[in-house]
């Protein structure tokens, strides 16, 4: 949805400039002079509303009632228009949260200032320098002054370096404006006083002559520029407009710096955590390319086959197991790498002549611009030995042979379903953490490299901070849902319930998927019969709960569709539906749904995911005596029902 943009006018040249800036932003502008202006002007209808310079004071009580409007922006008029320059002054104190734009602005800068108003409003104000006035003459003193407070700049004046020294020590400054030649003191001598107290104030020099000033020494010393007298006030407030951009982004670009480099650090400790968990798991892992060199292995591959690592890499898997096993599952990597993973029966040799059965779990992965190969194995020797025993005792102990059979088919099936969960489990996780940590290192090196080079334009910095931070938010989200459902399993997961609005809880759901809903053009619509039901529950579960409900509804919707909250009580229950327009759940998934890592066969391949945000929400529903079930609507969809008991504390 585009932005309203109201500009009133006074026939203003630079009026007409924001228009069209405007406009290029994609904002839809309604252009109209002052005198269009009555007391009946709408101005809540405008998301921003721009005022030019030289509106006559009998309209002021008009613009009066625009104080409290949350985006509002000045045209300045140019420092040697006195007459336009006192009443704009007058219309700044009576819009004090206004933004002040000057004609000296270049294009870009102008840009870059719109968009953040378009964004954050109020968090737009430009930030203008404190200056430094220094000149022993009083008559010049003066004027200078005047027309750089006629800019809204925050000035204070000095004579001499005693009263410079008085000043910086009560006073920040940003700027430097110095006469070069003083009673007694050159303006260098002033600017390394300066220097003393303010490292980063930056220094213009004014001189009659410029042979006067030994310009590599003022270079050396940090003068950015020097002027030469008499100073026009539209060239001095463009020098000093160019020394601030330049120091502007010098503090942007280290705190760029200083926040890449706490990305790096994150990241670091993020890799250190994944590190850890694959090294200690107990089941053995292992990384081979496709000829079966071993890449790496975990502490628990090496004790299975006896090897430390740098034996256990000197060998390919080949030689390892076998050699029907080998054949086995070379014909299985030629034949089911188009499935991206599979499942290999291998036998593997001891020297005390006991072999060990293994089930192994095979996924293809990229490891470094290559295909390879993870294998995760589980030792299946128990049930190999319950199969013998079973089949000896088949002819004497029948019936007892099939109900062990049976329960041995039984806890066959159970061990496969773990696996082929774990193994699409981990084929999922292993995309969805490859993939955003790829992204992360891949941006993080392209501004690394803007850096040294020292070709850093902030849209590219921006652009790739902001992918950075995006994928460190979806790898920080997958590892929150593993230990929540972790704690869940475990039983420790903290369960703090109050009583709560719950459509105040709804709305702040709603408000968090906000972002998500707005990128596709969906709509959420809440209807609840009353505003007032409260609910005892743990808050940040229930949020949770939406959160994820919401979030599922508006990844499976198509762009431009609308999702439906409806709240409603009976019986002593809460009964709150969720349905979206997307492609619905097959009706023999339905009851699985909810299962851990699994996922619906119509959205699976298209969404993205691991399967865990709906098993989240089933656990923190029971946990509230409540149930959660799924369905298809009649007119297309999916529909989450959550039903709970709408007691009290007591």
Same mark, same amino acid.
């Given at each position: ?37 009555? %007391? ?52 700044? +104190? ?29 968090? %737009? ?7 430094? =006035? ?131 650090? %994150? ?9 850890? $968990? ?61 499935? +991206? ?47 013998? =025993? ?49 992204? $992360?290192?891949?941006?993080? +090196? ?21 992918? $950075? ?69 743990? +808050? ?35 009964? =709150? ?74």
């Amino acid at each position: 949805m585009s932005n309203k943009v109201l500009i009133i006018d006074s026939n203003s040249v630079l009026a007409m400039r924001i228009k069209v800036l405007f406009e290029l932003l994609g904002s839809e502008v309604e252009h109209i002079h002052y005198e269009s202006l009555d %007391a009946e002007t709408e101005f809540s209808y405008f998301d921003v509303i721009a005022i030019a310079h030289g509106i006559p004071q009998e309209y002021f009580d008009t613009l009066e009632r625009l104080s409290q409007h949350e985006k509002i922006i000045l045209l300045a008029p140019k420092p040697e228009n006195s007459e336009h320059l006192s009443a704009f002054s007058q219309l700044n +104190r009576v819009l004090s949260n206004a933004i002040v734009i000057y004609p000296f602005f270049g294009n870009k800068e102008i840009t870059g200032l719109l968009e953040r108003v378009l964004e954050i409003g109020e968090q %737009a104000q430009l930030l203008l320098p404190k200056v430094l =006035l220094v000149d022993h003459l009083p008559s010049r003193l003066k004027q200078l002054s005047v027309s750089l407070r006629g800019a809204q700049l925050d000035v204070k004046t000095a004579s001499c370096a005693k009263e410079v020294e008085t000043l910086i020590k009560q006073h920040q400054f940003d700027l430097l404006i110095c006469d070069f030649n003083l009673e007694r003191e050159t303006g260098l001598d002033i600017f390394d006083v300066v220097r003393q107290v303010h490292v980063n104030c930056r220094c213009l020099l004014m001189t009659s002559r410029e042979s006067q000033v030994d310009m590599l020494k003022a270079i050396r010393q940090g003068v950015e520029d020097v002027l030469t007298k008499p100073v026009d006030e539209n060239s001095l407030l463009q020098s000093l407009h160019k020394l601030w951009q330049t120091e502007l982004l010098r503090r942007h670009n280290q705190e760029l710096v200083e926040r890449l480099q706490d990305t790096v650090d %994150a990241l670091i400790e993020r890799d250190s955590l994944l590190r850890v $968990i694959y090294k200690h798991t107990p089941d053995p892992i292992m990384l081979f390319n496709l000829k079966g060199y071993v890449i790496e292995a975990n502490d628990a591959c090496l004790n299975l086959f006896g090897l430390n690592a740098e034996e256990l890499e000197a060998h390919s898997i080949f030689n390892l197991f076998e050699r029907q096993s080998v054949e086995a599952l070379q014909n299985c990597i030629e034949t089911s790498l188009i499935a +991206r993973h599979f499942d290999c029966d291998l036998v593997l040799p001891r020297n005390d002549g006991i072999s060990i059965p293994l089930m192994g779990t095979f996924i293809e992965i990229d490891h470094h611009g290559e295909i390879a190969l993870a294998a995760i194995f589980k030792n299946v020797a128990h049930l190999k030995r319950k199969q013998q =025993l079973l089949e000896e005792a088949k002819e004497v102990l029948e019936a007892e042979v099939q109900a062990r059979t049976y329960q041995l088919q039984s806890a066959k099936e159970a061990a496969e379903r773990a696996n082929i969960s774990k193994s699409e489990f981990l084929a999922n996780m292993s995309h969805e953490l490859r993939t955003p940590m790829h992204s $992360i290192l891949s941006f993080a +090196r392209f501004g690394l490299d803007k850096l040294q080079a020292k070709e850093a334009p902030i849209d590219k910095l921006n652009k790739y901070l902001s992918r $950075i931070e995006t994928s460190g938010e979806r790898l920080l989200m997958l590892l929150n849902n593993l230990l929540d459902l972790s704690k869940l399993d475990a039983g420790r997961f903290p369960f703090n319930p109050s009583n709560n609005n719950f459509v105040s809880l709804l709305q702040e759901g709603i408000e968090d998927v906000s972002g998500s809903a707005m990128e596709k053009g969906i709509v959420i619509n809440l209807h609840a019969d009353d505003k007032n039901i409260t609910l005892y529950c743990d +808050r940040d579960q229930m949020i949770q709960v939406v959160r994820n409900l919401l979030g599922n509804a508006l990844k499976f919707s198509p762009d431009n569709s609308q999702v439906q909250v409806y709240l409603s009580t009976d019986d002593g229950k809460l009964y =709150l539906t969720i349905c979206d327009q997307g492609v619905g759940i097959p009706p023999d998934e339905l009851e699985h749904i909810f299962d851990k890592f699994a996922q619906s066969s119509k959205t699976n391949s298209g969404a993205g995911g691991t399967g865990l945000g709906l098993a989240i929400c089933k656990e923190f529903i029971l946990l509230h005596k409540g149930c959660i079930y799924a369905r298809n609507s009649d007119s297309g969809g999916a529909e989450f029902v959550i039903e709970l008991p709408k007691s009290t504390s007591d």
